[in-house]
């Protein structure tokens, strides 16, 4: 059975979709089957994979993730949905398949308020494919709405990325709280994996403070790696193309080492 990492944070802008995408294709790079999903009605993670024209053909004609959990059933007479093997796209990275986002994920929590086992739609729509991959990794958006909500239903793992200033720090004590309450309320485990300090070097309020606090709050919950902010990052996403395919070696072992102690505190041999 699939190991399933989740990426979760309150806020956006820390540095979480980077983190997701180029922990897949680094473990698609050393040989495990992996399937990234994409959560995040802002499709970034689905965007740092494939270009724009080619997701429209794929949702048009294979569907996304929106129609794995329910939230298109009301776009036809007989409320059908796509079927997963039909919505996974192959092959996006070495190694590394991919089951894209849509805008559609926006009003999902309306779509599905009167559902039953609402949390669990894309843990029940995995079943048939999961033991094809050794791992899933999953971009959750920045809350804990429906679609952050399946994510930790189906995982075994999450990891917390926190940008080094006072705001995106804020609420990382009281996300774990959340998850913690969701977990027991589904009666799932649920393996905190660490916190990763990541865009390090953006201007940041109280930046050293922050990380010091982090520090000396969660200890060793804290990853020892810490990702910087460079533009290779964001000139890979446009690319559709992972970190370590870049032109800048700083950047790719910085996500190698964060993707290599992810790996290990999850019980994964590389």
């Known amino acids: 059975m699939a190991k399933v990492l989740a990426c979760v944070n309150l806020k956006g802008g820390v540095g979480k979709t980077a983190i997701a995408v180029?922990?897949?294709?680094?473990?698609?790079?050393?040989?495990?089957?992996?399937?990234?999903?994409?959560l995040d009605p802002q499709t970034n993670a689905t965007f740092s994979c494939m270009t724009v024209d080619a997701w429209q053909k794929h949702a048009a004609k294979k569907g996304t993730v929106a129609d794995l959990l329910g939230a298109r059933s009301h776009t036809?007479?007989?409320?059908?949905?796509?079927?997963?093997?039909?919505?996974?796209?192959?092959?996006?990275?070495?190694?590394?398949?991919?089951?894209?986002?849509?805008l559609d994920l926006f009003t999902v929590d309306l779509d599905l308020a009167g559902a039953a086992g609402r949390e669990l739609k894309l843990r029940k729509a995995l079943q048939g494919v999961q033991d094809k991959y050794e791992m899933?990794?999953?971009?959750?958006?920045?809350?804990?709405?429906?679609?952050?909500?399946?994510?930790?239903?189906?995982?075994?793992?999450?990891?917390?990325?926190?940008?080094?200033?006072f705001?995106?720090?804020?609420?990382?004590?009281?996300?774990?709280?959340?998850?913690?309450?969701?977990?027991?309320?589904?009666?799932?485990?649920?393996?905190?994996?660490?916190?990763?300090?990541s865009r390090v070097g953006r201007p940041a309020f109280h930046r050293e403070e922050t990380v010091a606090a982090l520090r000396e709050r969660f200890g060793e919950k804290v990853l020892p790696s810490?990702?910087?902010?460079?533009?290779?990052?964001?000139?890979?996403?446009?690319?559709n193309t992972p970190i370590y395919k870049?032109?800048?070696?700083?950047?790719?072992?910085?996500?190698?080492?964060?993707s290599a102690e992810?790996?290990?505190r999850m019980g994964v041999d590389e």
């Open 22 to 38: 180029n922990f897949a294709a680094h473990c698609g790079s050393v040989g495990l089957r992996t399937l990234l999903v994409d």
């Open 76 to 102: 036809n007479a007989q409320g059908l949905r796509k079927d997963v093997g039909s919505v996974i796209k192959r092959g996006v990275f070495t190694g590394v398949d991919l089951v894209p986002s849509h």
């Open 136 to 165: 899933i990794v999953c971009d959750c958006p920045p809350n804990l709405t429906i679609p952050t909500q399946n994510a930790l239903a189906l995982s075994s793992h999450y990891v917390v990325p926190v940008s080094p200033d």
């Open 167 to 197: 705001l995106s720090a804020l609420g990382v004590g009281l996300l774990l709280n959340r998850i913690k309450e969701l977990s027991e309320d589904l009666e799932h485990t649920l393996s905190h994996v660490g916190i990763i300090i």
């Open 226 to 239: 810490v990702i910087r902010e460079r533009s290779a990052v964001a000139r890979s996403a446009q690319k």
């Open 246 to 258: 870049m032109n800048d070696k700083h950047a790719a072992e910085e996500f190698r080492q964060v």
């Open 262 to 264: 992810i790996l290990s």
